[in-house]
C-alpha cells in the first residue's frame, strides 16, 4: 500500500462521541450527528480519536460505535478509525472491529503517557503493520504522546507496507513542512493550516487537514473545495474564518485554553442545536465563562444569534 491505495483528502475531522450527562454512550445522538456531518459535506470522518475520548470508551462500546458509524455511512465517505492503544494487541484488536464494520482505514499514535524512544515507536508500528489489514495513519500528536516524531523516523515508518498517511499535528511547522516535502509522494499528509500557507500546501500536493469538531459544517470542506476549484479568494475567507476559532479557543499547540478541547467542541455543538452532549469523566464541561467564550466566537461569525 502507499498514498494511491485510499483516496483520503480534504477536510476529515475526528469527531466527537456524544455521551449522557451521566457518562452513558449516546447512540441516538451519535445518529443524528452523523447525519449533519454527512449533509454538510464532509470528505470522510474519524471516530474514537482524540476529540472521540477513545480512552475513555471500553472495548464493547467501541463496537457499538463502529457498528452504528458503519451502518450509516460505511460507503459513502470515508471512514477513519481510531485505534490507538498502549500495545499493538490492543490497536489489532480495535483494527479487527474497523475492518469488520466497514471502515477504510485506522488511526493509530505512538502508546501514549510512556514516551517511547524512536526505536521502540518503529518497533510498534511494524508490530501494528503485521497485525492489521487496513490502511495505516500514523497520528504524529505531540501533546498526547510527549514525543514529536522526526522526520527521519516518520520516513522509517512510511516504508511499512500498510502506512498509506500521516496526520502530522505538529506545532512546529518547519517540521511540518520537511516532512511534507519529503514524504508528499508516498504517503498522504494531513495537518495543513487553514490560511494562506494552507493553501500554497494543498497546491503543492498536501491532501488536506484531519481536525477536530467539525463546528461550522460545510465551510470547512469548502475550504479545500474552493482551493481544488482555483477560488483562492474564498477558500481564503473559510480560512480566515476558523482561524477566528482556533485563536479563540485553543493553543498554538491545539490544547484548549479554558477547558479540554472535547468539552469546548461539545460546548460548540450543543450552542449550535446540534448533538455535542458532555465529556465523559475525568473530563468534565465547561465553567460558565468558557461557554460564554464559545457562544460569543459563534455570534461574532454569525452562526447563532447574540
Same mark, same amino acid.
Given at each position: 500500500?502507499?498514498?494511491?491505495?485510499?483516496?483520503?483528502?480534504?477536510?476529515?475531522?475526528?469527531?466527537?462521541?456524544?455521551?449522557?450527562?451521566?457518562? @452513558?454512550?449516546?447512540?441516538?445522538?451519535?445518529?443524528?450527528?452523523?447525519?449533519?456531518?454527512?449533509?454538510?459535506?464532509?470528505?470522510?470522518?474519524?471516530?474514537?480519536?482524540?476529540?472521540?475520548?477513545?480512552?475513555?470508551?471500553?472495548?464493547?462500546?467501541?463496537?457499538?460505535?463502529?457498528? @452504528?458509524?458503519?451502518?450509516?455511512?460505511?460507503?459513502?465517505?470515508?471512514?477513519?478509525?481510531?485505534?490507538?492503544?498502549?500495545?499493538?494487541?490492543?490497536?489489532?484488536?480495535?483494527?479487527?472491529?474497523?475492518?469488520?464494520?466497514?471502515?477504510?482505514?485506522?488511526?493509530?499514535?505512538?502508546?501514549?503517557?510512556?514516551?517511547?524512544?524512536?526505536?521502540?515507536?518503529?518497533?510498534?508500528?511494524?508490530?501494528?503493520?503485521?497485525?492489521?489489514?487496513?490502511?495505516?495513519?500514523?497520528?504524529?500528536?505531540?501533546?498526547?504522546?510527549?514525543?514529536?516524531?522526526?522526520?527521519?523516523?516518520?520516513?522509517?515508518?512510511?516504508?511499512?507496507?500498510?502506512?498509506?498517511?500521516?496526520?502530522?499535528?505538529?506545532?512546529?511547522?518547519?517540521?511540518?513542512?520537511?516532512?511534507?516535502?519529503?514524504?508528499?509522494?508516498?504517503?498522504?499528509?494531513?495537518?495543513?493550516?487553514?490560511?494562506?500557507?494552507?493553501?500554497?500546501?494543498?497546491?503543492?500536493?498536501?491532501?488536506?487537514?484531519?481536525?477536530?469538531?467539525?463546528?461550522?459544517?460545510?465551510?470547512?470542506?469548502?475550504?479545500?473545495?474552493?482551493?481544488?476549484?482555483?477560488?483562492?479568494?474564498?477558500?481564503?475567507?473559510?480560512?480566515?474564518?476558523?482561524?477566528?476559532?482556533?485563536?479563540?479557543?485553543?493553543?498554538?499547540?491545539? #490544547?484548549?485554553?479554558?477547558?479540554? @478541547?472535547?468539552?469546548?467542541?461539545?460546548?460548540?455543538?450543543?450552542?449550535?442545536?446540534?448533538?455535542?452532549?458532555?465529556?465523559?469523566?475525568?473530563?468534565?464541561?465547561?465553567?460558565?465563562?468558557?461557554?460564554?467564550?464559545?457562544?460569543? #466566537?459563534?455570534?461574532?461569525?454569525?452562526?447563532?444569534? @447574540?
Amino acid at each position: 500500500m502507499d498514498r494511491h491505495s485510499v483516496q483520503w483528502r480534504g477536510y476529515i475531522p475526528a469527531i466527537t462521541t456524544p455521551f449522557t450527562g451521566d457518562g @452513558a454512550l449516546d447512540l441516538d445522538a451519535l445518529d443524528r450527528l452523523l447525519g449533519w456531518l454527512h449533509q454538510e459535506g464532509m470528505h470522510g470522518i474519524i471516530i474514537g480519536g482524540t476529540q472521540g475520548e477513545w480512552f475513555t470508551i471500553n472495548q464493547a462500546e467501541r463496537k457499538q460505535l463502529m457498528q @452504528a458509524v458503519g451502518r450509516k455511512l460505511s460507503g459513502k465517505i470515508p471512514l477513519i478509525a481510531g485505534c490507538s492503544g498502549y500495545t499493538s494487541q490492543e490497536v489489532a484488536a480495535h483494527a479487527k472491529l474497523a475492518a469488520d464494520h466497514g471502515f477504510n482505514g485506522i488511526l493509530v499514535t505512538p502508546p501514549p503517557y510512556m514516551v517511547p524512544t524512536d526505536r521502540e515507536i518503529l518497533a510498534f508500528y511494524r508490530e501494528v503493520n503485521d497485525q492489521v489489514s487496513l490502511p495505516i495513519c500514523v497520528y504524529n500528536w505531540p501533546p498526547g504522546t510527549n514525543v514529536d516524531m522526526s522526520l527521519d523516523l516518520l520516513q522509517q515508518i512510511a516504508e511499512l507496507s500498510n502506512v498509506v498517511a500521516i496526520k502530522n499535528s505538529t506545532a512546529d511547522l518547519r517540521h511540518f513542512v520537511d516532512v511534507f516535502f519529503a514524504l508528499k509522494d508516498k504517503v498522504r499528509v494531513f495537518g495543513v493550516p487553514m490560511n494562506d500557507l494552507g493553501i500554497l500546501l494543498v497546491q503543492q500536493g498536501a491532501d488536506g487537514t484531519m481536525g477536530a469538531g467539525a463546528v461550522l459544517g460545510r465551510e470547512l470542506p469548502g475550504y479545500f473545495n474552493a482551493i481544488w476549484d482555483d477560488d483562492i479568494p474564498r477558500a481564503r475567507r473559510l480560512g480566515d474564518r476558523n482561524e477566528v476559532l482556533m485563536r479563540a479557543w485553543f493553543n498554538t499547540d491545539y #490544547t484548549g485554553r479554558f477547558g479540554s @478541547a472535547q468539552a469546548i467542541f461539545k460546548a460548540a455543538l450543543n450552542e449550535l442545536g446540534l448533538p455535542g452532549g458532555y465529556p465523559r469523566r475525568p473530563l468534565l464541561p465547561l465553567e460558565p465563562e468558557g461557554v460564554r467564550v464559545v457562544r460569543q #466566537t459563534l455570534v461574532q461569525l454569525g452562526k447563532v444569534s @447574540a
